[in-house]
């Protein structure tokens, strides 16, 4: 299991804040995607359960499993049309 390299995410925030609009919750699923090269939603949900910090993130999402990350994401799709 990847654990999130939260200074390398730090980083990648810095070179990516340009992007308006996107919280650090979508930032880090975009880190997560890019940087450790993972694009299934189970395993990116097992990640992000797996961190204290991101945990927090799902919980303020209300996010329990991979199908309502997969859901949120679609409405940030959507929202962004």
């Known amino acids: 299991m990847q654990q999130i390299n939260w ?3 730090k980083f990648y925030k810095q070179e990516r804040s340009s992007q308006l609009g ?3 919750f979508q930032l880090l699923i ?5 940087y450790y090269h993972i694009v299934n ?4 949900f ?5 961190d204290d910090l991101s945990r927090q993130m799902l919980e303020k999402r209300e996010i ?3 199908l309502n990350l ?4 679609y409405r940030l799709q959507l929202s962004a049309k």
């Open 7 to 9: 200074n390398k995410f």
């Open 22 to 24: 996107m919280d650090n």
């Open 30 to 34: 975009e880190f997560i995607r890019g």
């Open 41 to 44: 939603l189970d395993d990116i």
């Open 46 to 50: 097992d990640i992000l359960e797996n």
């Open 64 to 66: 329990k499993n991979s």
């Open 70 to 73: 997969e859901n949120y994401l």
